[in-house]
């Protein structure tokens, strides 16, 4: 019995089904008075895949607050510490229904609600928004841009000439990788592998080709057959749970248990804003459940699963999210150093210290 | 604020001038409404509050003394006053509300019967930071006769030619046959970019626009543009794809230099966008090398409608066309409560009667509008027309397919097919009028008995 209404698997009927058909902007005003513009804009390129990966998520929200929080004026008897805070919760939760928060968007949130709570009360509003531009700034900065530097700068150590490298879908960061190895004169040639039904390794591919790296492209169904070329598999990760678990593109686990078996390391790129507090040890309790229309293709003008809602023992599960347990990952590489997969409790622990 | 709304109210009518030359278009009746109602409601039901009105100081004046011109909008109007005979483009009409508009703008045509939803137009205009977006329409077949048209005519109207990529939303080509001497001419940078390009003719432009700030600036600096349509679309259309808009040009010069002000923020900002957009793995296309929207910065967008209402009321055909299903729109009971109906009259189910209308015994209405504080006496037909306000129309009329204006008064016994009578003109009692005839050029002559 996997099936309770047509189209809806039992196992998963916790999760919200996120459909593309009923976009939440036919409920808002033209022009978004109730939700500030840059949110509305945000939610829309969140929902239509425009702005996707964690990096870029996390980038433009805070981009998108510093615009909400330029146009912010204190209303009289209140605080902008506190009026601030609550001004921001109608806005994260539309977010979160164009779609689901991601772990770098939770982190980045906490972190500027804990700023604006940290305002001291006799700052003027102009110093106020001045300090609070330039702490997103330097949280970007930090923790992105920088951070990505670090992680580069680490991983090239691992990459040695003559390298053949696995990577699955588009991780910015592994691109980044890739591409500062490179330039640094690394002579190594790179495995993409995709799958349906996003095929972001298509985008990956674009990118690492046009900087001039040597590229082979697989669907995942060929894995096994491509490994035994590999040396080394790099894995980009949507966030590190507490358990060491990596929460990442479904298909990556699958990619790290092969892997696995034929004895390749596993190195798991993952910036330090990533770690969150959560603990999970399957990719059932918690995940994203995306369109399952996307899953229909059309070949020669003939579309299979059209009428896919009208048979009764049918449905379509489109997963986003999967967890890789920590002994398929050799190494985590992350700003603060190379550590193993069980050190992110004391990562985020010494971080927790930090502040 | 997001977006501000602009209505050009001010255009003449110069196609269906039997209506026009005693009416003002924006102030015709579609529905016993005046047809600037249709997209000042359109624009309130979306969440529109305010809305700059560019229209001529006769409309204003008939807006504020006629009582019979009732707007019912809550919105707040800004109503901005420009000569008859200034003879301004819509681009001309923009270019001089420029020091009112602090945001993008939403620009609608007085003349817009829709029942789009807005918001895909709009959605398009904000997740792709587009500079322009506009709506366009499957154009239907117009299935009424028209007064004074013998048979079908063919529109002697010149077709556009309109390019879209293949996801049908991404504008890349817009040329009207007037303009294109042989054939249509597309450049091989844009076949390079987009090697599969949709060209669709018979689609309506609604002329309903979202135009970026830095737009409405650039036209300030560039006064040979004079309308919107037919000059400022095709450029940016045509800019999208010019070699000097990848690095910051023409249009952006003046976004970059309005920027000058709080430039820190604002260079930090477009760093974060840039990086944003570096780091998130999308591509508008794909098969070449090229990042997403090929690196331009200049994007162009349409929504096509494939079903719904949307019509322009600038000719007689779409103007009879827009009467028949006008009430459709709104929830108004089709007989107006004020209005007197005797109890022994036919009314079909598909007619409007307006205020203050007096409809006497044995009267059958079908298929027609019958304006505001018209008389009809008894034993009157009227088929398939429109009869405008303070019409009089005596006993024994047979009227068909036929268009009445405002004040006109139809004699008894007289029969009228296929006609369009003018304002205040009378038909005399007995006439029978046919539909050769467009029955306004006559009777400024003192009319007489009229055959074919």
Same mark, same amino acid.
């Given at each position: 019995?996997?099936q309770t209404?047509?189209?809806?698997?039992s196992?998963?009927?916790?999760l919200?089904?996120?459909s593309?058909?009923?976009p939440?902007?036919q409920?808002?005003?033209?022009?978004?008075?109730?939700?500030?513009?840059?949110?509305?804009?945000?939610? @829309?390129?969140?929902?239509q895949g425009?702005?996707?990966?964690?990096?870029a998520r996390?980038v433009a929200?805070?981009?998108?607050?510093?615009?909400?929080?330029?146009d912010y004026?204190?209303p009289?008897?209140?605080?902008?510490?506190?009026d601030?805070?609550?001004?921001?919760?109608?806005?994260?939760s539309f977010?979160n229904?164009c779609?689901?928060l991601s *772990?770098?968007?939770?982190? *980045?949130?906490?972190?500027?609600?804990?700023?604006?709570?940290?305002?001291?009360?006799?700052?003027k509003e102009?110093?106020?928004?001045?300090?609070?531009q330039?702490?997103?700034d330097?949280?970007?900065?930090?923790?992105?841009?920088l951070? *990505?530097?670090?992680?580069?700068?680490?991983a090239?150590?691992?990459?040695?000439?003559?390298?053949?490298? @696995?990577v699955y879908?588009?991780?910015?960061?592994v691109?980044h990788?890739l591409?500062? *190895?490179?330039?640094?004169?690394r002579?190594?040639?790179v495995?993409?592998?995709d799958?349906r039904?996003?095929?972001?390794?298509?985008?990956?591919?674009?990118? @690492?080709v046009?900087r001039?790296?040597?590229c082979?492209?697989v669907l995942?169904?060929?894995?096994?057959y491509?490994l035994?070329?590999?040396s080394?598999?790099?894995?980009?990760?949507?966030a590190?749970?507490?358990?060491?678990?990596v929460m990442?593109?479904?298909?990556?686990s699958?990619?790290?248990?092969?892997?696995?078996?034929?004895?390749?390391?596993?190195?798991?790129?993952?910036?330090t804003?990533k770690?969150?507090?959560?603990v999970?040890?399957?990719?059932?309790v918690?995940n994203e @459940? +995306? +369109?399952p229309d +996307?899953?229909?293709?059309?070949r020669?003008?003939?579309?299979?699963?059209?009428?896919?809602?009208?048979?009764?023992?049918?449905?379509?599960?489109?997963?986003?999210?999967?967890?890789?347990p920590?002994?398929f990952?050799?190494?985590?590489?992350t700003?603060?150093?190379?550590?193993?997969?069980?050190?992110?409790p004391?990562?985020?622990r010494?971080?927790?210290?930090e502040q | 604020?997001?977006?501000?709304?602009?209505?050009?109210?001010?255009?003449?009518?110069?196609?269906?001038?039997?209506?026009t030359?005693?009416?003002?278009?924006p102030?015709?009746?579609?529905g016993?409404?005046?047809?600037?109602?249709?997209?000042?409601?359109?624009?309130?039901?979306?969440?529109?509050?305010?809305v700059?009105?560019?229209?001529?100081?006769?409309v204003?004046?008939?807006?504020?003394?006629?009582p019979?011109?009732k707007?019912?909008?809550?919105?707040?109007l800004?109503?901005?006053?420009?000569?008859?005979?200034?003879d301004?483009?819509t681009?001309?009409?923009?270019?001089?509300?420029?020091?009112?508009?602090?945001?993008d703008?939403?620009?609608?045509?007085?003349?817009?019967?829709?029942d789009?939803?807005?918001?895909?137009?709009?959605?398009?205009?904000r997740?792709? !930071?587009a500079t322009?977006?506009m709506l366009?329409?499957k154009?239907?077949?117009?299935?009424?006769?028209?007064?004074?048209?013998?048979?079908k005519k063919?529109?002697g109207?010149?077709?556009?030619f309109?390019?879209?990529d293949?996801?049908?939303?991404?504008?890349?080509f817009?040329?009207?046959?007037?303009?294109?001497?042989?054939?249509?001419?597309?450049?091989?940078?844009i076949?390079?970019?987009?090697?599969?390009?949709?060209?669709?003719?018979g689609?309506?432009?609604?002329?309903?626009?979202?135009l970026?700030?830095?737009?409405?600036?650039?036209?300030?600096?560039?006064?040979s543009i004079?309308?919107?349509?037919?000059e400022?679309?095709p450029?940016?259309?045509?800019?999208q794809f010019?070699?000097?808009?990848n690095?910051?040009?023409?249009i952006d010069?003046t976004?970059q230099?309005l920027?000058? !002000?709080?430039s !820190?923020?604002?260079s930090?900002?477009?760093?974060?966008?840039?990086?944003?957009?570096?780091r998130?793995?999308?591509?508008?296309?794909?098969?070449?090398?090229?990042d997403?929207?090929h690196?331009g910065?200049?994007?162009c967008?349409v929504h096509?409608?494939d079903?719904?209402i949307c019509?322009?009321v600038?000719?007689?055909?779409?103007y009879i066309?827009?009467?028949?299903l006008a009430?459709?729109l709104?929830?108004?009971?089709a007989?107006?409560p004020s209005?007197?109906v005797?109890?022994?009259c036919l009314?079909?189910?598909?007619?409007?009667?307006?205020?203050?209308c007096?409809?006497?015994?044995?009267?059958?209405?079908?298929?027609?509008t019958?304006?505001v504080?018209?008389?009809?006496r008894?034993?009157v037909?009227v088929? !398939?027309?429109?009869?405008?306000?303070?019409v009089?129309?005596e006993e024994g009329?047979?009227?068909?397919g036929?268009?009445?204006?405002s004040?006109?008064?139809?004699?008894r016994g007289?029969d009228?097919?296929?006609?369009l009578?003018?304002?205040a003109?009378?038909?005399?009692?007995?006439a029978?009028?046919?539909?050769t005839?467009?029955?306004?050029?006559?009777?400024?002559?003192?009319?007489?008995?009229?055959?074919?």
């Open positions: 019995e996997t209404k047509c189209g809806t698997i196992l998963f009927s916790h919200h089904q996120y593309r058909k009923a939440l902007t409920q808002l005003s033209i022009p978004s008075t109730v939700i500030h513009p840059s949110i509305v804009r945000l939610g @829309l390129q969140y929902s425009i702005v996707v990966g964690s990096n996390s929200l805070l981009h998108a607050f510093k615009q909400v929080i330029r004026t204190t009289p008897n209140e605080e902008l510490a506190r601030l805070v609550n001004k921001l919760k109608p806005y994260i977010l229904q779609r689901p *772990a770098s968007m939770g982190n *980045a949130i906490k972190y500027i609600k804990k700023e604006i709570s940290n305002i001291p009360s006799q700052f102009e110093e106020a928004k001045t300090k609070l330039k702490c997103i330097c949280y970007i900065n930090e923790n992105v841009v951070a *990505a530097k670090a992680i580069s700068k680490y090239i150590k691992k990459i040695s000439d003559g390298d053949v490298i @696995l879908g588009c991780s910015s960061l691109n990788i591409c500062e *190895a490179y330039d640094k004169s002579k190594f040639r495995i993409v592998v799958s039904p996003r095929l972001e390794g298509r985008e990956a591919l674009r990118r @690492l046009q001039g790296i040597s082979t492209y995942i169904s060929a894995l096994s491509i035994p070329e590999v080394k598999v790099f894995l980009g990760a949507h590190l749970l507490a358990n060491g678990y990442s593109r479904v298909g990556t699958q990619i790290a248990l092969v892997a696995r078996t034929f004895n390749v390391p596993v190195l798991v790129c993952c910036e804003y770690f969150c507090e959560r999970q040890t399957d990719s059932f918690s @459940l +995306d +369109d +996307d899953l229909m293709v059309t020669k003008g003939k579309t299979q699963l059209e009428n896919w809602h009208d048979v009764s023992s049918l449905g379509l599960l489109n997963l986003v999210y999967d967890v890789t920590p002994d990952v050799d190494l985590v590489i700003d603060l150093g190379m550590i193993p997969c069980t050190s992110v004391v990562v985020l010494v971080k927790n210290l | 604020m997001e977006l501000q709304a602009v209505l050009m109210a001010a255009g003449g009518g110069s196609r269906m001038m039997d209506l030359y005693n009416t003002p278009k102030l015709l009746p579609v016993n409404k005046p047809l600037i109602w249709y997209p000042l409601n359109l624009l309130e039901r979306v969440g529109f509050e305010e700059i009105v560019i229209t001529t100081k006769e204003q004046k008939m807006i504020s003394t006629d019979k011109v707007l019912d909008v809550k919105m707040k800004d109503l901005v006053c420009i000569q008859e005979d200034a301004m483009g681009a001309d009409a923009l270019r001089h509300i420029q020091q009112k508009v602090k945001t703008v939403l620009v609608v045509s007085c003349d817009l019967i829709t789009a939803a807005l918001h895909e137009v709009v959605d398009l205009f997740a792709h !930071n322009l977006s366009m329409s154009a239907h077949e117009f299935t009424e006769t028209v007064p004074g048209q013998k048979g063919k529109t109207e010149q077709r556009d309109v390019g879209v293949g996801t049908g939303k991404r504008l890349l817009m040329a009207n046959e007037a303009d294109l001497d042989e054939g249509v001419v597309i450049r091989k940078s076949m390079r970019k987009h090697p599969r390009m949709h060209i669709k003719t689609l309506v432009d609604a002329h309903l626009y979202c970026k700030k830095s737009v409405v600036d650039f036209l300030a600096d560039n006064k004079s309308s919107i349509r037919g400022l679309v450029y940016l259309v045509r800019k010019s070699k000097s808009t690095s910051p040009k023409v010069e976004h230099n920027k000058k !002000n709080d !820190n923020i604002s930090r900002d477009e760093e974060l966008l840039h990086l944003t957009q570096e998130s793995c999308w591509n508008d296309h794909r098969g070449d090398m090229s997403a929207y690196g910065r200049l994007r967008y096509i409608m079903e719904g019509y322009r600038n000719t007689l055909a779409a066309e827009a009467n028949r009430p459709k709104f929830d108004e009971p007989v107006h209005a007197v005797s109890e022994r009314i079909g189910a598909d007619s409007i009667i307006g205020a203050s007096q409809i006497s015994d044995k009267t059958s209405i079908k298929r027609s019958i304006g504080s018209t008389t009809v008894e034993k037909k088929t !398939n027309s429109i009869i405008m306000h303070g009089t129309i009329c047979n009227i068909q036929s268009v009445i204006c004040n006109a008064v139809i004699g007289a009228i097919k296929y006609c009578v003018g304002s003109q009378r038909i005399e009692p007995d029978e009028v046919n539909i005839y467009h029955y306004k050029s006559i009777t400024y002559n003192n009319c007489h008995k009229v055959s074919k």
